[in-house]
């Protein structure tokens, strides 16, 4: 079967315009395991967009000699209602113009809905519960009416990713270490993934997502249900995902071809597509506890310079950045340094010379251990 491509029409918030998804289907319909990509929810985060640009091609090419076994869809770019968002030459693609949304946030948790709906039918046949609730789940988005571009754009979304095996959001930090955002639930069994991309960084949310990001609300709801029944045979049917590709400006050729490689490969070792992907590199990292991430905050404003570069391990204590204050009178005490609260490695920071007002978050850190001012926290900040 040849690829499919859809284009598929959001709904209209102003008279005379119109946006609309791409959306990109390779192998037979209902054929597992499937797989779901998608990058750039956050419209200016390219380095995802960047890896899907070199994997289309060797799909294509997969697909015409017969080697995609499963079925996989892609969303080259995710969002092009942010993309749209230019306002005096900046892109500014992270929140919605309209609501001020994120558009990584509030997407639907469909546990109770779904628990309502098929509860009294499950069993303790796993394969025949993963798909009554997966019928379920599609017909509880399909039922759902949008009220505007953004609720549309998150249906659309996860209309075609609820029922996968494999969801992977392709996104990216300011200035970052490639790092990998996943479920308890899913540790070890997605280990092969973060040594397969090279994660720097493994940080898993316990027991799932609590915030309804894209791949926690394609993840979570298997683990609630599960909780919910434990009497019933219910599988984490998903495994979904989120990849930080390094920083913004991290896009290239080089880094897009090897990244593309890197999925094509992950793809191959699940049996989504034919072939040998070689032997799995070695781990970079094991996975820690989000309540282990010491986030810096910026003491007060002034701008940002770094003693730490992104991926480097740190120790507690250690000075990771300052914050000067470019109009002070007195230089040599202009200065405000902000220290690691953990040891392990500086994943995320922002670029030199950034900025900075109170409370700014300057960096992240991914340490071994829960700490006590990060418990009950998901560790995402807006």
Known sequence: MARTVERVALMSMTPGTARALTVIHYGRPGARPKAYLQASIHSGEFPGAMALHHLIPMLDKAQKAGRIKGSITVVPHANPIGLSQVIFAAHLGRYDFFGRDNFNRNYHDLSELVAARVGARLGGNAARNVKLIRAAGLAVLNEMAPANEIQ?????????SIDADIVTDLQCDAQAALHHF???????AIGDLSAQIGARAVMYNAPYPLTMTFSGCNGSWWSKLADRFPDKAIPQA??????EYRGQHDVNDRLGRADASNLYKFLQRRKVIAGNPGPLPRPLCTATPMEGMDVGYAPGPGMLTY???EGSRVKRGEIICEVIDPASADPLNARTPVRSGTAGVLFSRRPDGRPAWPGMVCFRIAGPKALTHRLGRSGLDD
């Open 152 to 160: 549309d754009l998150r249906l659309q979304l996860m209309r075609r």
């Open 307 to 309: 003693h730490k570069a």
């Open 182 to 188: 996943i479920s308890q639930r899913d540790w070890p």
């Open 238 to 243: 998903c495994q979904s995902s989120t990849i």
